[in-house]
């Protein structure tokens, strides 16, 4: 089935740590995305790509980091640097259209991360 | 620049009644708008998406939703609620204009069904 996969669904930091979350897609979508996601706030933009070896910062980059090797791999790693990363974490990627801006974001099941 | 509000952050509804969940936008040029359901701990799934074309729009589970441009509304709404409909959903619009890789996203309405 063509879908996003993302790991770990759980993952448990020390302060001062980098992790690294992994998103693959099998949907050959060009454009990727990370958000986050944080109680009553809704979804805010940390990176997106759209296209291989290409990204740009979203709203909130700061702490974070992304590569994009691979047109199906787009992993996010969180830095040290990253004040408050507790959060949970979603991967999309977004499907090709010929309307502009009409493309439909298709989600993985997320990655909740804890700093203890 | 473009906006999204949910009007409610918690709607609650027995089991069988109708669901209105609210959502208003603002866009700059014909915007593509999209409604999103959230499951506890789980990715986002796309319930419908309005594109310029019908401006009433059928989606999965019984959802539907009208996009209204004098009112600068697109509401989601169901004739029946089911248990499983509780979840959290994102009403998101998007800039045919720019063709926009940032989609804005409202804050999102959390759907209670009581039995």
């Known amino acids: 089935d063509g879908g996003i996969t993302q790991s770990p669904k759980y993952l448990f930091r020390k302060e001062g740590q980098n992790v690294t979350l992994s998103c693959e897609q099998n949907?050959?979508?060009?454009?990727m995305y990370w958000y986050r996601q944080d109680p009553g706030q809704g979804l805010r933009l940390i990176y997106y790509?759209?296209?291989?070896?290409?990204?740009q910062k979203g709203d909130i980059a700061e702490g974070y980091s992304v590569s994009r090797e691979k047109k199906e791999s787009f992993p996010l790693t969180v830095t040290s640097a990253q004040k408050n990363p507790t959060a949970f974490y979603l991967c999309?990627?977004?499907?090709?259209?010929?309307?502009?801006?009409?493309?439909?974001?298709?989600f993985g099941e997320g990655s909740r991360l804890t700093v203890l | 620049a473009q906006s999204v509000t949910q009007l409610d952050s918690h709607v609650s509804v027995s089991e069988g009644t109708p669901v209105l969940l609210r959502c208003n936008y603002s866009?700059?040029?014909?915007?593509?708008l999209f409604w999103y359901v959230q499951h506890p701990n789980k990715g986002l799934q796309l319930l419908l998406k309005?594109?310029?074309?019908?401006?009433l729009v059928k989606g999965i589970n019984g959802f539907e939703a009208e996009f209204k441009k004098s009112e600068t509304s697109f509401h989601l709404t169901k004739p029946s609620a089911h248990m499983s409909d509780a979840a959290e959903y994102f009403c998101v619009v998007s800039d045919q204009q720019t063709g926009a890789n940032n989609l804005f996203f409202g804050t999102g309405t959390r759907l209670t069904v009581i039995p």
């Open positions: 949907l050959n979508h060009d454009a």
């Open positions: 790509s759209q296209i291989v070896n290409d990204f």
């Open positions: 866009s700059s040029y014909s915007p593509s």
């Open positions: 999309a990627s977004k499907s090709d259209s010929l309307i502009p801006g009409s493309g439909e974001l298709f």
């Open positions: 309005y594109t310029s074309a019908a401006t």
